[in-house]
C-alpha cells in the first residue's frame, strides 16, 4: 500500500492514519511518499517549482533533485474564490448588499445562494483573465509560441474584449436553484473573471499591507523562488508545475506566468524591496528598459519585448565547471533560467507511476514492526543505513534497496 | 412539522477495546485509569464518536465463537468475486488487476444522468417481410433511453455492436484515433534505429504496420503522458541497469530490481555539492525531454481556446462537477464527456477479526442473493421496539412530545433465541446533554419466552389471551385510562415482553439563570453557551444498557457423542442501545 501524504503532515496524524490502515486494512507494508516529489515526477522531471492551489491554501514548495528544498503557503486558494464568487453573484441578485458593511453582507449572501450551487459557478464558469501586462512570455528554443500562435492570441483576445472593445458586453446566463425565487442570472462573461482577481491576485490591494500568509499567487511563487539558491532557482523556474483543483481554472496558468515575468522583469532577482530601490531602478537615467511600478496600475503593452532572466551570475568554481562538462557529455542540458510551466499529472499519478516501476519509497513502514514500537520505533532524524552501502537521505524515494533489509527504518520526511 | 419515527441503535462493544491512541512524545500509551473511568460512564449518544459504534440490529452480526456481537469495523472483508452490475458477469481477479475495476465488455452509463446506455445501430430498421430477423449493419452507436443522448454527439460511432469498451479506448472524441501504446513503442523504436549508428536490422521483420510519426510537441492527454512517462522511466532504468556497476553480488538487478531502480531513480546521499559530484559519476537518471517522453510544457495562452469557448457557449455547454466526477480525466465541457464504464462490484464475505471464524459468506454465484453463511446478530440477541403506550389518535401521529409533562413508552424486547433469557436494563436518570430529560424504566428486570414453535403459542394462545384482555380491563377499568404498574411487566407474549419508560421531557428553552449549575454558569459568561437548539438536540435518545442472560448447550456442536446433556452453559451479553423516542415540541 503506498500513501501519498503532504509533507507537512503532523505526526500524531500520521501515526493515526497508520494504525487504521494497518489494524482495519491489513496491509503487510505501507509505503510513504511526499506528493509534490510525486508532482515532480509525474511531470517527468527531478526537480520543479510545485504550486498547489488546494482548497484552504495554496502551498509553493521546491523541489530540487525529488527533495523538497523549502515551502510557502498562502490562503489564497479556492475557497476564498469561492467566497469570491458568492459575493458577486449575491450583489447581482441583491444589489442592496453592495451598500452593506462587509461581514453583514457576507452573512446575507450565505442565506442567498447554497454552497454547493456556488461552488458549481465556480467550477463551471469561473476564469483567469490574463493580467493586464500583456508582453509575450518568452519564445522558447522548441518553437512553441510561434508567430501565428501569437496572432491567434490576440485575435481571441479581442473577441473576449479583453482588448479595450467598446461594444456592449458579452453576457451568460446562469441558472440558479437554491435562491428564492429560482431565477437565471445574466452576467458580463468578464466579471466572471474579476474574483479570482480579488481571491489568488489580490487585485488593488498594494504589497505592503499583505501579510505573510495572504500572499497573492504571483508573489508568493516569486518570493519562494528569491529565497532560493541561485543554482536551485534557475532550475526551478524553468518547471513551475501548478497542481491541485485551482489550477483547473481556466486562464491560472498563462496568468501566472505573466505576473511572474513582469515581477522578474521589475525587480530581478534582489532581495530588497522599497521605494528608494523603485527610485534608484525607475531612475531612466540609469536603467531605461524597466517598467513602472508594479502597483500603480496598467502597465504599457510592450509588443515582442524578451523577458531577461535577471540571474546573478554563478560563482565560478572551477572543479563545478568540470563536473558539469562531464555530466553534459551524458546528459542533454538542463532547460533553466528562463520562466517555463510544465503540466504535471498530479501527485496520484506518480504515485501511481512509480508503482509501476517498483521503486521503493523511503520509507517503508512494516505492519509488525508499527503495531509493536508505533512510531517510536522509527529510526531518529529520517536517516537510515541500508546494507551499509549508502545512507538514505530525506528524499522522496529510497536511495538503496539492499535485499529487503528492514531491520531499521523511518518515516523519512514526516520523521 | 418533520415526521420522527422512534428508533433503536445498538452500540457494538468492539468500540470499548480498541487499542487507546499512542501519546506520540511520552513513552506510555494513554493511562489506564482516565479509559477505565470512561467505560462506568453512561454512554453518550450524542459524543461525536457515538456516530461511528451504533447501528440498526440488522446492520450487525453475531460471532458464534466469540459470543458477541460484530460490527463493520470488527469484521474483515475478504472479496469473493468481482462482477459487472450491468452484465453480472463475472471478471477473475487477475483481470482486475491488469484492466482495472471496469466493465471492459459493452456496459456503459451515460454520461450526462448515469442511466445505462444501449447499442443501436444507425441504419434504419429493416422492414418488411421477416424483418425480425434481419440483423442491422453499421455503424452503431450508444444511445441513452433517458435522457436521449447519443454517442454521435461526441462524435463517437462503432463498426461492431459488441466489444464496445475495446472500441471505445481507440477513439477520441470527435471521432480521431488515439495512437495506442503499441503505436508510440513503435515510433519509439523507429526513432532509437534512426538515431541508433550501424546498419538497421530489423529483427522481427514484420513492416506491416504503418508506424505513425508523432510530434515531439504534441500536446498529450493524460493517458498518452502517462504511458510516454512511464515508457520513458523504463528505458532510463533499463539503460542503466545492466549488471555492471552495483558494488553488491548476488540477486536479480535487472530493471525492477530495487537495488537497481533506487542507485538510479534516486538519488541522495549527501548535501548538495557531494551530490552533483555522484551523479555525475554514475549517470542517473535524466528528466524527460520532449514530448516522446512524457514532458508536457504549458504552452503561452494554450487556455484561450477554452475560455473563448466558455464565453461564446456559456453555462448550458459546460458539465456540472457531478458529471465531472464520474470521468476519468478533466472535462470542462459536455462535449470532453465520454461514456462511464460500469464499475466492476464485489461479494465479500466477512469474517470474525478477532477469531477469524466467517460470519457471513455469499453464494459465489453472480445470479443468486443467498448466502451460504449468515450469522447475523437478529437472530441471537433480543431486538427493542419502541411505541407510545397512550394509543394516538391518528390526527395526533407525530406529535412531538410536551416539555414537562409525563409521556410513556412501550418497549417490547423480542427473544429470537430457543431458549429463554433474563433481560435487565438499566438508563441513567437523565439523558445527557444540555437538556436532560427524566427517565424512569417501571420494570428493569424481565425474563422473556424462548422462540419455540409457533403452534405451541397457538396451542397455549387461549388461555394467555384471556389473562392478557383481563389485565387490560383492569387497569382500564381503575382510572378510565392506561396505567402502568412499577416492577411489572406490561404485557408478555410467547417470546416477548413489554416494558414502560416513562419520559419527563425537559423543556428547550434556556433555565433560568438562579436553576443553572455553577458550571453552566461559568461557561455562559465566557459565551461558551449560547442558548439556540442545535441540529437534532430536540431528539430525546436514551442511553440503555441491557444485560442479556440465557443457558445454552455447549456440546451442541463439537459431537456431543458421550457427552450428555451435561454441557449447559451461562452466557452473557452485555451492551448499550440507543433509543429515540421523539422530539420535544
Ligand atoms: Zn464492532
Ligand atoms: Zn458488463
Ligand atoms: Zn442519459
Ligand atoms: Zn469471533
Known sequence: ?415 | MSTFTPYTYFQCPCTDSSPPVRNIGSDSPTSIHSSSSEDEKAFDPRAPRANYSLYPLEHLLYCEDCHQIRCPRCVLDEIVTYYCPNCLFEVPSSTVKSEGTRCTRSCFQCPICIAPLSVSSLEAPPEGLGAEHASQGGPYVLNCPHCSWSSKEIGIQFDKPNGIFTQLSKIKNGGDPVITARERRKDREERSRDSAPGPVTDEDGVQDETVVKLDPNEVLDAESQFSNLKAFYQAQLAEASPANALGFSGGDYGYGSPGALSRIMGLYTGGTYADKKSKAKKGTMREAQNAFEGLKIVAPNSEDALIAKLQNEGWDATSSSLQRDEQSTHTPFISDLRPIAYLLRTKRSKRCKTCRHILSKPEAKIQTTRFRIRLVALNYIPSISIKPLQPLLSTQLQAPLVPMKPTQFLLTFKNPLFESVKVNIATPAQTPGRFASKITILCPQFEVGANTDAWEEALRDGSKGVEREKRRTKAEASEGQLQAEAGKVWERGRNWVSVVVEVIPASLKPSPDFLKTEAQRKLAEEGGEDDRVREDEDVVEIPVFVRVEWEADTGGEDGGLGKEKEGREKRELAYWCVLGVGRIG
Open chain 1, 1 to 415: 500500500m503506498t500513501l501519498i501524504l503532504p509533507s507537512a503532515l503532523p505526526l500524531p496524524l500520521l501515526s493515526t492514519i497508520l494504525d487504521t490502515l494497518f489494524t482495519n486494512f491489513q496491509a503487510p507494508t505501507i509505503s510513504l511518499l511526499s506528493s509534490p516529489a510525486l508532482s515532480t515526477a509525474a511531470a517527468g522531471l527531478r526537480s520543479g517549482l510545485v504550486v498547489d492551489v488546494g482548497w484552504r491554501e495554496t502551498v509553493v514548495t521546491s523541489v530540487y533533485e525529488y527533495r523538497e528544498v523549502q515551502t510557502l503557503r498562502s490562503t489564497r486558494a479556492t475557497k476564498l474564490l469561492g467566497e469570491e464568487i458568492l459575493m458577486m453573484l449575491s450583489r447581482l441578485i441583491n444589489p442592496e448588499l453592495s451598500q452593506m458593511k462587509n461581514p453583514d453582507a457576507r452573512a446575507a449572501a450565505r442565506e442567498l445562494l447554497s454552497f454547493e450551487e456556488c461552488e458549481e459557478v465556480v467550477t463551471r464558469m469561473a476564469w483567469c483573465g490574463p493580467g493586464q501586462n500583456k508582453s509575450p512570455p518568452e519564445e522558447h528554443t522548441d518553437g512553441l509560441a510561434s508567430v501565428k500562435e501569437e496572432d491567434e492570441f490576440r485575435s481571441s483576445m479581442r473577441s473576449l474584449k479583453i482588448w479595450g472593445g467598446t461594444e456592449t458586453e458579452p453576457q451568460v446566463s446562469i441558472p440558479l436553484k437554491s435562491c428564492s425565487p429560482p431565477r437565471t442570472l445574466e452576467v458580463a462573461f468578464s466579471n466572471l473573471s474579476d474574483p479570482c482577481e480579488d481571491a489568488l491576485f489580490a487585485k488593488g490591494v498594494p504589497e505592503s499591507e499583505l501579510d505573510d500568509e495572504e500572499m497573492p499567487l504571483h508573489l508568493l511563487i516569486y518570493r519562494s523562488l528569491l529565497k532560493l539558491p541561485t543554482d536551485v532557482r534557475s532550475i526551478c523556474m524553468a518547471r513551475i508545475i501548478l497542481v491541485g483543483g485551482g489550477s483547473k481554472l481556466p486562464g491560472l496558468k498563462s496568468r501566472v506566468l505573466n505576473e511572474l515575468s513582469t515581477l522578474v522583469q521589475q525587480r530581478g532577482w534582489n532581495n530588497v524591496q522599497g521605494k528608494a530601490v523603485e527610485a534608484y531602478r525607475n531612475n531612466p537615467k540609469l536603467n531605461k528598459a524597466r517598467s513602472r511600478n508594479f502597483d500603480d496600475g496598467p502597465i504599457p503593452v510592450t509588443a515582442g519585448q524578451e523577458v531577461p532572466a535577471y540571474l546573478q551570475p554563478h560563482d565560478e568554481d572551477p572543479i563545478e565547471e568540470a563536473l558539469r562538462r562531464e555530466s553534459r557529455k551524458r546528459n542533454p542540458p538542463m532547460e533553466e533560467g528562463s520562466l517555463r510551466a510544465i503540466d504535471s499529472l498530479g501527485a496520484w499519478s506518480g504515485g501511481s507511476l512509480l508503482s509501476h516501476l517498483k521503486v521503493p519509497a523511503v520509507s517503508v513502514i512494516d505492519k509488525d514492526q508499527w503495531l509493536q514500537h508505533g512510531s517510536l520505533g522509527a529510526s531518529r532524524g529520517g536517516e537510515i543505513s541500508v546494507s551499509s552501502r549508502q545512507s538514505m537521505g530525506p528524499g522522496a524515494f529510497k536511495t538503496a534497496g539492499g535485499g529487503g533489509d528492514r531491520s531499521s527504518w523511518t518515516l523519512g520526511l514526516w520523521a
